[in-house]
């Protein structure tokens, strides 16, 4: 269990910089990825499991 939410850390942070990345505008770009984030850690994606 500890490997999957560990792996589950990584595959958001991995998303969260290709987001911010490939926007200048970061503050926007949070916006988006604070609520995605919080999603996946409540409900992971059903991909994972």
């Given at each position: 269990?500890?490997?999957?939410?560990?792996?589950i850390?990584k595959?958001?942070?991995?998303?969260?910089?290709i987001?911010?990345?490939n926007?200048?505008?970061i503050?926007?770009?949070?916006?988006?990825?604070?609520?995605?984030?919080?999603?996946?850690?409540?409900?992971?994606?059903?991909?994972?499991?």
């Amino acid at each position: 269990m500890y490997i999957l939410k560990a792996f589950i850390a990584k595959y958001i942070v991995y998303i969260a910089i290709i987001f911010i990345m490939n926007d200048i505008s970061i503050l926007n770009k949070l916006k988006t990825i604070i609520p995605f984030i919080a999603k996946s850690i409540i409900n992971p994606p059903n991909l994972l499991l």
